[in-house]
């Protein structure tokens, strides 16, 4: 666990807080309406990616700035600001008072500026920006530099176990869930796009099939040789799959175990990595068991006994797909993307 406190006078801006994987959802867009918190309650996250502002055009930087700002291809702008902000939620923190007039221009919330609207209230340091416009998640920035983090001698609680699917699958869920599981989709989606090496896939019938097979039937070739997608995890070993879905590491976002299977090698002669990680929340929606029934039991049933006495419905009102927005905002971020038949896969995008 870690204490955020300012960097000039040492007053404390947080609560003790654990260190979790950025959510893939973070850079996501939820339209005209207020968000939750993006961070749960006692985690923070790093975002390694250069802070918005000065923004560049593409065509402005050189090969080597574009990578040097973590994007492989064309986006629009560039952003080029400090790298590393620290991302909590804003029930976490302490000791700041916010300065309205600093606030970017904002409909129902409020909106990061071009300078920190956040003010250490023991000193007056500019330390970070609160956002909780409508269509944002609702989260602190502490901006590198502005704060020091305090490690303290307490252990981290346990991570909590994946949820069990919802009775209806994707369909039913709040709409603030919809965003995050289709943002984990998006984003995994990308790395299987690049785990594919340009070759076509084969992905289990089911969840998977329905959630993420529409885009590599679309973008990739038809016709063998097909590389095998595969679920793996507790339970699922994920045998003979090319690629494997595994379940990712609440604490680091990658996979819980960093197996790798050999995979043939992809149209440009090189290899292609074997493991997609997807977090814990998408990980179960597709490869647990589904409860039938909106309302469980207390505890949990045995295993292998499913609920029988709600029906399903006929017909799901709505599909849950992809985000495409974090999709293609992924795959500028890898550099797979560079090599000429995953840059035309992007281009199509």
Excluded at 203 to 208: E, F
Excluded at 263 to 270: E, I, L
Aim: charged share 20%; net charge neutral; proline share 16%.
């Amino acid at each position: 666990m870690d204490l955020f406190v300012c960097a000039d006078c040492g007053a404390e801006l947080s609560v003790p807080v654990e260190r979790v994987a950025l959510p893939p959802e973070t850079h996501a867009r939820g339209g005209h309406e207020p968000l939750p918190p993006l961070m749960e309650p006692g985690t923070y996250a790093v975002d390694p990616e250069p802070w918005r502002r000065p923004w560049r055009a593409w065509e402005e930087l050189s090969a080597a700035e574009t990578a040097a700002a973590g994007v492989y291809a064309p986006v629009y702008p560039v952003p080029l600001g400090p790298r590393n902000h620290l991302v909590l939620a804003p029930g976490d923190t302490r000791g700041t008072r916010l300065v309205p007039e600093r606030c970017e221009n904002h409909c129902l919330g409020i909106a990061a500026g071009a300078e920190p609207h956040l003010e250490c209230v023991g000193c007056g340091r500019g330390v970070g920006f609160r956002e909780d416009d409508c269509g944002l998640w609702q989260t602190v920035w502490y901006a590198p530099g502005a704060v020091v983090r305090r490690p303290l001698k307490v252990p981290a609680p346990a991570p909590p176990p994946p949820d069990r699917p919802s009775y209806d699958g994707f369909d039913g869920l709040a709409r603030w869930q919809d965003l995050r599981l289709a943002a984990a989709a998006g984003a995994a989606l990308a790395r299987l796009l690049a785990a594919s090496g340009g070759a076509p896939l084969t992905l289990p019938a089911g969840p998977v099939t329905a959630l993420l097979g529409r885009e590599p039937a679309r973008l990739l070739p038809a016709g063998p040789p097909a590389r095998r997608v595969g679920l793996a995890g507790p339970g699922l070993p994920g045998d003979g799959a090319d690629i494997t879905l595994v379940p990712a590491d609440r604490r680091t976002g990658g996979p819980q175990s960093p197996r790798r299977t050999p995979v043939g090698p992809g149209p440009d002669g090189g290899r292609t990595p074997a493991v997609v990680p997807l977090p814990a929340r998408l990980w179960a929606r597709l490869a647990l068991p589904v409860e039938t029934s909106p309302m469980p039991p207390s505890g949990r049933p045995p295993a292998g006994v499913l609920r029988d006495d709600y029906p399903l419905p006929d017909h799901p009102g709505r599909l849950l797909g992809p985000d495409r927005h974090v999709l293609r905002r992924t795959l500028a971020r890898l550099p797979e993307v560079r090599e000429p038949w995953l840059r035309a896969v992007y281009d199509r995008l």
